[in-house]
């Protein structure tokens, strides 16, 4: 009976598990993560909203290329204006690249002037690992009924040269631009590019 049990728990907990991996045209994972400011989040406090999760390491050279060049903040200061909840989400392990103290985020936040709802800090890996989350950048983007309806890319020119950002396809904008006109999102999901996420 008790080794019965211990499979019953252990098949419930797998799925459980399993059920909590984002999917494409799937409801988003449900998730709670301090702020940079040590204020509490939920992905469900944003219910009825459209959401940016943005996963950021400040000293990864793909990051810089969209934040020194001011392309990152533009584009959520764009969104954010239009009610569009932007949140960055740091998954990078103590001791490894981009793990940084509370202060030393919001110093660098405030000299890059970004525009994003709030930095999150995922030390333990969970909530990047729940959405599979592989580089820095990755983004995704969760429509107003907490469907994930892009996963991927911010653009379609993997480098880390400035210049490439004007004449490239912006996956993000494009997406973003859709579902605020009340149409679906066209490309849902492309390969992601970047440094690797610390875990």
């Known amino acids: 009976m008790k080794t019965i049990f211990i499979l019953f728990f252990n098949f419930i907990f797998l799925t459980s598990i399993f059920s909590q991996q984002a999917k494409i045209d799937s409801k988003a994972p449900d998730f709670k993560l301090k702020d940079s400011n040590g204020n509490e989040h939920s992905l469900s406090d944003f219910s009825g909203k459209f959401v940016v ?22 584009l959520q200061e764009k969104y954010t204006k239009r009610d569009v909840i932007w949140l960055a989400i740091c998954s990078s392990a103590k001791g490894k690249q981009g793990n940084f103290s509370s202060e030393e985020i919001n110093k660098r936040s405030k000299e890059h002037n ?7 800090i995922d030390e333990d890996g969970k909530v990047g690992k729940m959405y599979g989350a592989k580089t820095t950048p990755h983004m995704y983007i969760i429509d107003d009924r907490g469907i ?6 911010i653009d379609d020119i993997k480098s880390t040269d400035i210049k490439d950002i004007e004449k490239a396809k912006n996956y993000v904008s494009l997406a973003l631009d859709e579902l605020l006109d ?3 999102v066209t490309i849902k999901s492309t390969t992601p590019y970047g440094c690797s996420v610390k875990y």
């Open 114 to 120: 970004a525009k994003f709802t709030a930095y999150l």
């Open 182 to 184: 009340g149409k679906s």
């Open 53 to 74: 999760l943005e996963w950021i390491n400040y000293d990864c050279p793909f990051v810089k290329k969209h934040y020194d060049s001011g392309n990152m903040q533009s």
């Open 148 to 153: 994930l309806v892009y996963a991927g890319a």
